[in-house]
């Protein structure tokens, strides 16, 4: 055992954690000793000696894995929230030997043997958590080719290096590409419309590259300003067509960063690699770990949402239309006015100042309708916890909170919420500590929810945009998952063993909040007035959030489809072939665009060359999900607007009991289920998006 060791004040069970403490000199020792610690737990875990049971095989190795886990997630969390150069070679020093702990781990034939023979345990059978946590654990065993001859593993290995490194080229072509090509304009009159941040930008990539006036590139940042703004349509059509023909054979360029191929060898390798374990195709192997049980079940809902989006896309096209052509003569939209036409549509119909709209959110009332909404849904009181000395937190800024629920404690919430030179982007939620048991003791969890929002100055605190609040109720929403669990397995409680396609369920519910009048009306308070939030404003507020709603979700069909199609259908290729495939894969493209979209792109749009998601990310297969978690949040919040706001208690308690405390000790949907009294219904997300048939005739 490590007795006495440098991460021991971060890694108590019940105390709160000393982030304080830790310093990046300490890491490469401290981590080295865990990893040690924990590969000769492994050693005696699998030895023949070792009786099968959960308490001596599984439960010693759960505990030295997370000793190690809550460590190195703590070294990934300072480096995200307390930059330097000494986190990042902390970081750097041991990523490679961590890394390779885990993935010995999972290839472990000694250990996936003995998870075997822990399922017939009698300290297994009767704890159907336990069940779970290694049905999960052997099932990842398998999909990582436990189970392969010897010849067959070789290549399944062989198989993941090269997916691995054309995951990599597939990244660095479509990079390469983008860079490639620009566009250099001379004449400052075709500029018009631009937004000065926009051509300031420009000029100074002229600068740059020692050129006279603008250089528009096809990044994001240069690019959308001009298909959103620019009145001039030539230049719009020129960066449109530049754009969506990259990384492909008609890349401006040439064809040298043409992804088709590298595409079609993706496909080819992860159909192999499916086959291998005995599965049909490649899309049966990414659901394996995910809520939707077949490629079927995702292709019908995929079509039926598109069916229901259908009319009201259709009716977003034709307001479109009739907008360009009325107020901006343009008798014939083009795939490249369509971003410039519905901005000015947007700023036409339904604009409001976001900087109006953020003078009502000042973060103290924001946070205090955020925590009363939350006693009031799940009966939790949260805390906080002043005057800690020292505090544990690695900075000064961060707010410490007890969380009760009832009379109990049940964990700890640290909040990070303003934005400093040292922390990373965005916002997130990092698991500090996990819910257990240890014999009689508790181990409590803890949530750590960063954000980035502007620090409040001497005489005026934070405002939030309306984005901001729904950032912090979604990343909440993760936290109260990790929080309220009840589950006593590490392996399977808060967010540990959800589905991957259900874990966004309880982040997406919490933002439907913020888009209810009761409740985002009382925590509202103008920083000066004091006054709430004006009706009219959040109404023009709800109409542009479904501004273009149908279209957007046809898109999103559209990406879909064609992900889960490619993976399921395309199992025949030539493994000689890989130029073929990736024709193959641009005829799933064709046909998926004939049957979804309202908006036909031009032929020479290469838009698959680009899906990174697939491609390079972690995504296939799975695109879907965003859709999925989406139904399944609006139908859970559904189950609150049916009771009305003072039935919000016992839902919010039904919901606490059969989805937030269940954590992933059974599968999502009979925990869904379980809560609706049913399976998952597409109405109300249909109807929050104004997709419903009533909205369709109303409009
Ligand atoms: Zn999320």
């Given at each position: 055992m490590t007795t006495s060791h440098i991460f021991d004040p971060l890694l108590d069970p019940v105390a709160l954690p000393r982030y304080d403490l830790l310093s990046p000199e300490e890491v490469s020792v401290g981590i080295d000793a865990l990893i040690s610690h924990a590969q000769a737990t492994l050693e005696r875990v699998v030895s023949v000696n070792t009786p099968a049971t959960w308490q001596d095989a599984m439960l010693p190795l759960s505990i030295a894995t997370e000793r190690l886990g809550r460590a190195w997630s703590a070294v990934g969390h300072m480096g995200g929230v307390m930059d330097s150069p000494e986190w990042r070679e902390a970081t750097n020093s041991r990523l490679e030997a961590v890394t390779h702990f885990?993935?010995?781990?999972?290839?472990?034939?000694?250990?996936?043997?003995?998870?075997?023979l822990l399922q017939q345990a009698a300290d297994v059978t009767s704890h159907p958590a336990r069940l779970q946590a290694l049905s999960n654990a052997i099932r990842d065993f398998r999909l990582g080719g436990a189970e392969l001859e010897p010849h067959d593993k070789e290549e399944f290995v062989r198989t993941a290096a090269r997916l691995a490194q054309l995951s990599q080229t597939f990244s660095e072509n479509l990079l390469d590409s983008t860079n490639a090509t620009v566009v250099h304009i001379e004449d400052e009159s075709r500029l018009t419309g631009i937004p000065a941040h926009a051509r300031e930008a420009a000029a100074a990539e002229a600068g740059r590259r020692g050129l006279e006036g603008f250089v528009f590139t096809l990044q994001q940042p240069s690019l959308m300003p001009v298909l959103q703004m620019a009145a001039d349509r030539a230049l719009r059509e020129d960066l449109y067509a530049k754009h969506a023909r990259r990384a492909s054979e008609l890349a401006t360029e040439g064809p040298q960063h043409d992804n088709t191929a590298v595409m079609g060898e993706i496909l080819l390798l992860r159909q192999r690699r499916a086959k291998l374990l005995g599965l049909s195709h490649a899309a049966q192997m990414s659901l394996a770990s995910k809520m939707a049980d077949s490629p079927k079940t995702v292709c019908d809902f995929l079509r039926e949402l598109a069916k229901k989006a259908r009319p009201n896309a259709l009716r977003d096209l034709e307001e479109l239309r009739d907008f360009a052509r009325e107020r901006l003569s343009l008798p014939d939209?083009?795939?490249?006015?369509?971003?410039?036409?519905?901005?000015?549509?947007?700023?036409?119909r339904y604009s409001?100042?976001?900087?109006?709209?953020?003078?009502?959110?000042?973060?103290?009332?924001?946070?205090?309708?955020?925590?009363?909404?939350?006693?009031?849904?799940?009966d939790v009181d949260i805390r906080p916890m002043i005057g800690l000395a020292p505090s544990p937190a690695w900075h000064t800024d961060v707010q410490i909170f007890e969380v009760h629920r009832g009379d109990h404690l049940v964990g700890h919430l640290f909040l990070?919420?303003?934005?400093?030179?040292?922390?990373r982007g965005g916002a997130w939620m990092d698991d500090s500590r996990g819910r257990r048991r240890l014999g009689g003791a508790l181990q409590t969890p803890i949530a750590l929810l960063n954000c980035n929002f502007a620090a409040p100055t001497s005489d005026k605190p934070t405002t939030l945009t309306h984005d901001d609040v729904i950032t912090l109720f979604h990343e909440c929403g993760h936290g109260l998952h990790h929080l309220l669990t009840e589950v006593d397995e590490l392996e399977v409680s808060g967010i540990n063993g959800v589905e991957w396609d259900a874990v966004e369920l309880p982040s997406q519910f919490m933002e439907n909040f913020c888009w209810e009048w009761e409740t985002l009306s009382t925590m509202t308070a103008h920083v000066d007035s004091g006054q709430p939030l004006p009706h009219a404003l959040f109404k023009k507020m709800l109409a542009a959030r479904n501004f273009q709603s149908g279209l957007f979700m046809l898109r999103q069909i559209e990406f879909s489809l064609f992900d889960i199609r490619i993976h399921e259908e395309l199992t025949d290729l030539e493994p000689s072939g890989p130029v073929e495939a990736g024709a193959?894969?641009?005829?799933?493209?064709?046909?998926?665009?004939?049957e979804v979209s309202v908006i036909q792109p031009p032929s020479f749009n290469r838009f698959a060359q680009s899906f990174s998601h697939i491609f390079a990310g972690g995504y296939a297969a799975g695109y879907y999900s965003y859709k999925w978690a989406e139904v399944l949040s609006a139908d859970a919040y559904a189950a609150f607007e049916e009771a009305g706001i003072d039935g919000y208690g016992h839902v919010g308690h039904r919901f606490h009991a059969e989805v937030l405390s269940r954590g992933?000790?059974?599968?999502?949907?009979?925990?869904?289920?379980?809560?609706?009294?049913?399976?998952?219904?597409?109405?109300?997300?249909?109807?929050?998006?104004?997709?419903?048939a009533d909205s369709a005739k109303a409009a």
């Amino acid at each position: 055992m490590t007795t006495s060791h440098i991460f021991d004040p971060l890694l108590d069970p019940v105390a709160l954690p000393r982030y304080d403490l830790l310093s990046p000199e300490e890491v490469s020792v401290g981590i080295d000793a865990l990893i040690s610690h924990a590969q000769a737990t492994l050693e005696r875990v699998v030895s023949v000696n070792t009786p099968a049971t959960w308490q001596d095989a599984m439960l010693p190795l759960s505990i030295a894995t997370e000793r190690l886990g809550r460590a190195w997630s703590a070294v990934g969390h300072m480096g995200g929230v307390m930059d330097s150069p000494e986190w990042r070679e902390a970081t750097n020093s041991r990523l490679e030997a961590v890394t390779h702990f885990w993935s010995a781990l999972a290839q472990d034939i000694r250990l996936f043997n003995k998870m075997k023979l822990l399922q017939q345990a009698a300290d297994v059978t009767s704890h159907p958590a336990r069940l779970q946590a290694l049905s999960n654990a052997i099932r990842d065993f398998r999909l990582g080719g436990a189970e392969l001859e010897p010849h067959d593993k070789e290549e399944f290995v062989r198989t993941a290096a090269r997916l691995a490194q054309l995951s990599q080229t597939f990244s660095e072509n479509l990079l390469d590409s983008t860079n490639a090509t620009v566009v250099h304009i001379e004449d400052e009159s075709r500029l018009t419309g631009i937004p000065a941040h926009a051509r300031e930008a420009a000029a100074a990539e002229a600068g740059r590259r020692g050129l006279e006036g603008f250089v528009f590139t096809l990044q994001q940042p240069s690019l959308m300003p001009v298909l959103q703004m620019a009145a001039d349509r030539a230049l719009r059509e020129d960066l449109y067509a530049k754009h969506a023909r990259r990384a492909s054979e008609l890349a401006t360029e040439g064809p040298q960063h043409d992804n088709t191929a590298v595409m079609g060898e993706i496909l080819l390798l992860r159909q192999r690699r499916a086959k291998l374990l005995g599965l049909s195709h490649a899309a049966q192997m990414s659901l394996a770990s995910k809520m939707a049980d077949s490629p079927k079940t995702v292709c019908d809902f995929l079509r039926e949402l598109a069916k229901k989006a259908r009319p009201n896309a259709l009716r977003d096209l034709e307001e479109l239309r009739d907008f360009a052509r009325e107020r901006l003569s343009l008798p014939d939209l083009q795939p490249w006015d369509i971003a410039f036409a519905s901005e000015k549509l947007r700023e036409d119909r339904y604009s409001f100042s976001e900087d109006e709209v953020r003078q009502y959110f000042p973060l103290p009332s924001v946070l205090r309708g955020l925590f009363g909404l939350v006693n009031r849904l799940f009966d939790v009181d949260i805390r906080p916890m002043i005057g800690l000395a020292p505090s544990p937190a690695w900075h000064t800024d961060v707010q410490i909170f007890e969380v009760h629920r009832g009379d109990h404690l049940v964990g700890h919430l640290f909040l990070d919420l303003y934005a400093r030179s040292t922390k990373r982007g965005g916002a997130w939620m990092d698991d500090s500590r996990g819910r257990r048991r240890l014999g009689g003791a508790l181990q409590t969890p803890i949530a750590l929810l960063n954000c980035n929002f502007a620090a409040p100055t001497s005489d005026k605190p934070t405002t939030l945009t309306h984005d901001d609040v729904i950032t912090l109720f979604h990343e909440c929403g993760h936290g109260l998952h990790h929080l309220l669990t009840e589950v006593d397995e590490l392996e399977v409680s808060g967010i540990n063993g959800v589905e991957w396609d259900a874990v966004e369920l309880p982040s997406q519910f919490m933002e439907n909040f913020c888009w209810e009048w009761e409740t985002l009306s009382t925590m509202t308070a103008h920083v000066d007035s004091g006054q709430p939030l004006p009706h009219a404003l959040f109404k023009k507020m709800l109409a542009a959030r479904n501004f273009q709603s149908g279209l957007f979700m046809l898109r999103q069909i559209e990406f879909s489809l064609f992900d889960i199609r490619i993976h399921e259908e395309l199992t025949d290729l030539e493994p000689s072939g890989p130029v073929e495939a990736g024709a193959a894969i641009m005829r799933i493209l064709q046909e998926v665009r004939g049957e979804v979209s309202v908006i036909q792109p031009p032929s020479f749009n290469r838009f698959a060359q680009s899906f990174s998601h697939i491609f390079a990310g972690g995504y296939a297969a799975g695109y879907y999900s965003y859709k999925w978690a989406e139904v399944l949040s609006a139908d859970a919040y559904a189950a609150f607007e049916e009771a009305g706001i003072d039935g919000y208690g016992h839902v919010g308690h039904r919901f606490h009991a059969e989805v937030l405390s269940r954590g992933g000790s059974r599968p999502a949907l009979d925990s869904f289920v379980a809560f609706r009294g049913r399976k998952p219904s597409m109405d109300p997300l249909l109807r929050h998006s104004g997709l419903d048939a009533d909205s369709a005739k109303a409009a």
